[in-house]
């Protein structure tokens, strides 16, 4: 199994509706994020936490939120989705802040808004 | 704020060296990372290299890291197509993304035979 798991791998889905993309991690580790990649613009963070009651907004929060379930969890919602949304969204833990591990990466989830 | 930036696009020849640079703006990074990202799959660790060194090698690839100059660079000796992907340099910062690895928009390597 992956250390970090991605739910759904693709979805499609109409404007407006509420979605929600789920991460689980068997790492261990307390912190984790969530990061949207477009082509040409790399990644961007959208929200991270460091523990279960920690949640912090990153560089492009606007139209997500966040839920941290557990250590394990970390969900990222889309409460009305629009198709500047369309992206692919990766979740990432890390074991802490710097170091030599970075990040363990989910496979990524594909996200089209039409 | 802090910022990373990269060359967008690099062609090289299967059997040459490949080069991919980068620049970082926070002065205060400890480590600085490479990430490969294969077509549909996500990103894994490549290297790292920690602020006080100059120079990692690890089998084909070599990392140099020139502090004055906020520049890190990516070398791959004997390229083959399998290296083909796209490259993201990535350092640790405090800035308007909170304390996060902010990543530079990837250098995409094309390797012809």
């Known amino acids: 199994d992956a250390d970090v798991t991605q739910t759904p791998r693709n979805r499609i889905t109409k404007t407006g509706k509420r979605i929600m993309l789920e991460c689980s991690q068997t790492?261990?580790?307390?912190?984790m994020y969530w990061y949207r990649q477009d082509p040409g613009l790399g990644l961007r963070l959208i929200y991270y936490?460091?523990?279960?009651?920690?949640?912090n907004k990153g560089e492009i929060s606007d139209g997500y939120s966040v839920s941290r379930q557990a250590q394990a969890k970390f969900s990222l919602s889309l409460e009305s989705a629009i198709p500047n949304q369309t992206a692919l969204y990766f979740c990432?833990?890390?074991?802490?802040?710097?170091?030599?591990?970075?990040?363990?990466f989910g496979s990524g989830t594909r996200l089209t808004v039409v | 704020g802090e910022d990373v930036e990269q060359s967008l696009f690099l062609s090289v020849r299967e059997g040459d060296s490949s080069v991919i640079n980068c620049t970082y703006t926070?002065?205060?990074?400890?480590?600085l990372y490479w990430y490969k990202q294969e077509p549909g799959a996500g990103l894994q660790l490549l290297t790292y290299?920690?602020?006080?060194?100059d120079m990692k090698q690890d089998q084909r690839l070599t990392v140099l890291l020139n502090k004055k100059d906020k520049h890190l660079s990516l070398r791959i000796a004997d390229t083959q197509t399998g290296d083909s992907a796209i490259y993201f340099c990535?350092?640790?910062?405090?800035?308007?993304?909170?304390?996060?690895?902010?990543f530079g928009k990837g250098t995409t390597l094309s390797v012809s035979s």
């Open positions: 990432a833990t890390s074991e802490g802040q710097g170091g030599g591990y970075g990040y363990t």
């Open positions: 926070d002065s205060s990074s400890t480590y």
């Open positions: 936490s460091f523990d279960v009651k920690d949640i």
């Open positions: 790492k261990g580790h307390d912190r």
């Open positions: 290299i920690f602020s006080n060194m």
């Open positions: 990535a350092e640790w910062a405090t800035g308007k993304a909170g304390t996060a690895l902010i």
